[in-house]
């Protein structure tokens, strides 16, 4: 049975301690009745103590071999009954009131299958924060970018199901996926030009380590959905598979 009082938050997790408590806080602290499902595939790492720690405000939580992060996302996704949810990874971060803010848009157009703002990055490695690339829904510019952050957003638990939730064959656009289907399917997201998330950049992070294939997948998506694939992706990805590495190689120095 969905309850439209409670917030669905699942928490995909693997090897991130070092993250995990803050990301929890972030979570807890929203002022809002929140559902917490914690998916984790078998971490090595401190996540078990933490999750422990955390065990009596977690609505469920498990940890063991999973399908991937898409697989786990859908199961726990099962698991909840929040008509409003989302996903957080395990090293990202929600800002004070942005589940509320999030949910009143949804109430407000209750056309929208989605509610996104805007998401800062944290770079790890220096603690400086930026802005990712967000920006009003568009299906044209959709087309160009990955105009909506993942950890900015909220949707409604009925658009998630009829869509069928994440692709898991996906490994690293399956956000982007989603997007799309939940667009064709429902129409326009509604976007908040205010801040909800924190997004952490670490050399750790699945982007970061197969921007190749995070490009090849987001390419094949738009292929899919839009019919043909903008200039904008083949002139982008060199350029950017390329600063990748040169990063990487920096930071090993």
Same mark, same amino acid.
Request: glycine fraction near 6%.
């Given at each position: ?15 991130? *301690? ?23 595939? *078998? ?32 199961? *726990? ?6 008509? =409003?949810?989302? !996903? ?14 999030? +949910? ?15 998401? +800062? ?18 299906? +044209? ?38 997007? !799309?289907?939940?667009?064709?399917? =429902? ?40 019919? +043909? ?25």
């Amino acid at each position: 049975m969905m309850n439209d009082s409670i917030v669905t938050v699942v928490v995909p997790s693997f090897n991130q *301690g070092e993250f995990l408590a803050e990301c929890l806080e972030s979570i807890l602290t929203q002022g809002v009745q929140t559902e917490i499902v914690v998916m984790d595939g *078998g971490s090595t790492d401190s996540s078990l103590d933490v999750i422990r720690k955390y065990s009596d405000r977690i609505a469920y939580w498990q940890s063991k071999p999973d399908g991937g992060q898409s697989a786990a996302i859908n199961a *726990g996704r099962k698991i909840g009954t929040g008509e =409003f949810c989302c !996903w957080l990874n395990s090293d990202d971060l929600l800002l004070p009131g942005a589940l509320e803010r999030l +949910r009143s848009a949804l109430v407000k157009n209750p056309q929208a299958p989605v509610a996104y703002g805007r998401v +800062r990055n944290l770079d790890q490695a220096s603690g400086r924060f930026s802005h990712v690339w967000v920006e009003p829904f568009s299906v +044209r510019r959709l087309a160009v970018r990955c105009l909506v952050s993942q950890p900015g957003t909220l949707f409604r638990r009925t658009c998630w199901q009829q869509v069928g939730g994440l692709n898991a064959n996906l490994k690293m656009s399956m956000d982007y996926d989603l997007w !799309w289907r939940l667009h064709l399917e =429902f129409g326009d997201f509604e976007y908040l030009h205010e801040d909800v998330a924190v997004n952490r950049d670490h050399d750790r992070t699945k982007t970061n380590t197969n921007r190749s294939l995070h490009y090849k997948e987001s390419m094949a998506i738009v292929r899919k959905y839009y019919g +043909r694939t903008p200039l904008k992706w083949y002139l982008y990805q060199p350029y950017a598979v390329w600063f990748r590495s040169l990063k990487a190689k920096l930071l090993e120095k």
